[in-house]
């Protein structure tokens, strides 16, 4: 069956550091993935959407990756901030936006 | 207006009561959703409008749930005769144009069933 995972182990890291999270998918070729954060409380809010022949998108401090060969899409935040701490969501497309737990990152002054 | 918003914010019932919560979507959009999240849990996917096409009811998990839009705009969920494993935070996101387009969320409804 499709699957979409990521680590649903929380990420701890420094400020400062570049903070990597993996959303791997099995059994599809999504036309494109996109990737949300969720504070606590809070409703997700949309980040960036990648498509499938895109390599890789940027905005600000945020990069995301794409390889269609490896199934897998990366989500980097460089220069991370405490204030980046919150839960990032991985999504398909899908008329009913099928998101994984997502992964908790956490980042330590 | 500005995004989606959600009334009320908070809702705390007695089990067995039914209740209603509302979601303005952003004008314009045409797909609403509505998901439902437990604590420390993913979301979890309830229904979805898209215009005047039949909603996708395929993630209520029961019969007490129910949902309805009106005139393509507002809508309501109603959860009758509520039980305490109903308590989550209840989010409704808006899309423009066709389906697993980017989604734009409200700040939810918290509902605590005692």
């Known amino acids: 069956s499709q699957k979409i995972e990521q680590n649903s182990e929380a990420l701890n890291i420094q400020e400062g550091k570049t903070a990597t999270l993996t959303c791997n998918y099995t059994?599809?070729?999504?036309?494109?993935l996109q990737w949300y954060r969720q504070d606590p409380g809070r409703g997700p809010v949309f980040l960036l959407l990648?498509?499938?022949?895109?390599k890789e998108k940027r905005k600000e401090r945020l990069k995301v990756t794409f390889d269609t060969t490896l199934k897998q899409s990366l989500f980097h935040i460089t220069a991370s901030q405490p204030a980046d701490s919150a839960t990032y969501l991985c999504a398909p497309p899908s008329d009913k936006l099928i998101f994984g737990t997502g992964t908790r990152l956490q980042v330590f002054p | 207006g500005a995004g989606v918003s959600q009334s009320p914010s908070n809702k705390v019932t007695e089990k067995g009561k039914d209740v209603e919560l509302r979601c303005d979507p952003i004008?314009?959009?045409?797909?609403l959703y509505w998901y439902r999240q437990s604590l420390g849990q993913g979301l979890e996917f309830l229904i979805y409008f898209q215009g005047n096409s039949a909603p996708d009811k395929s993630g209520l998990p029961s019969d007490r749930f129910s949902a309805e839009r009106t005139g393509g705009s507002v809508s309501t969920l109603t959860i009758q005769r509520t039980q305490q494993e109903d308590s989550a935070v209840y989010l409704c996101?808006?899309?423009?144009?066709?389906?697993?387009?980017?989604?734009?969320f409200g700040p939810g409804t918290r509902l605590t069933v005692l």
């Open positions: 996101a808006s899309t423009q144009g066709t389906s697993g387009r980017t989604q734009f």
């Open positions: 990648i498509r499938e022949n895109e």
């Open positions: 059994n599809y070729s999504p036309a494109y």
């Open positions: 004008s314009g959009h045409t797909a």
